[in-house]
């Protein structure tokens, strides 16, 4: 619990809220997601472009959800159509709740503005958790993971990760000493197959200001996603 107020109080301090319409994606199991959109900026052209969900962090409630719309504005700009999904149980998208995200995007990728196939996940906090966590069941179906941080607790999840990329911040003061269970996660990843960028965020306590100069190139270098992204411009 406590780690769900203090990172709410942290993404509020972050750059102020953009505007985004959304969605709901209906399940059939009868249960519904809320997704809010983004659609890239005008440089990228009408699309398809390819899709990044934005896992929200805390308990992935909407007022979480809405307080992270700050970085998927900026993905947006970088030619990503953004879908930051809220979590029906108010609990993040973990174990059975973390089965509703590869529902979600098969249900957005029908629309003409969304290429189909694979997805980036991006996630802050639990949200980076989270991404993790599914990423490692199913790489396959993923361009890459960002997890400004992340963690995993239970690394018997990662089996062949498939080459997937992923981009691995934590703070190096980290208050829930995540910093201390990094270099397991990164070299149990690297075991797995990934393609692991990861490093400690100096002068940091867990949610931090994201470094672009190195995260933009990262995404750019993504495979199957360069073509779309800078073929628009």
Known sequence: MFICRYLTLCLLLLPALAAARDTIVELEDGSSVKVFLFEPS????????????????????????????????????????????????????TGANGQKIPKVISHLQQSPDILPGKALLVGVSTGGSSALELAAQHPEQYYGVVAVPGMMKDLSLIKDMKQLPIYLRVAEDDLFRWNQSMPALADALRAGGARVDAALVPDARHVFTLDWENLHPWLESLPTTKEYIHGAQ
Request: proline fraction near 12%; include cysteine; aromatic fraction near 12%.
């Open 42 to 93: 005008k440089e990228h052209g009408d699309g398809p472009w390819p899709l990044c969900v934005l896992m929200p962090g805390g308990d992935g409630n909407e007022y979480v959800a809405r307080a992270q719309f700050w970085l998927g504005k900026e993905l947006a700009t970088r030619g990503w159509m953004i879908a930051v999904p809220v979590s029906p149980t108010n609990t993040p998208f």
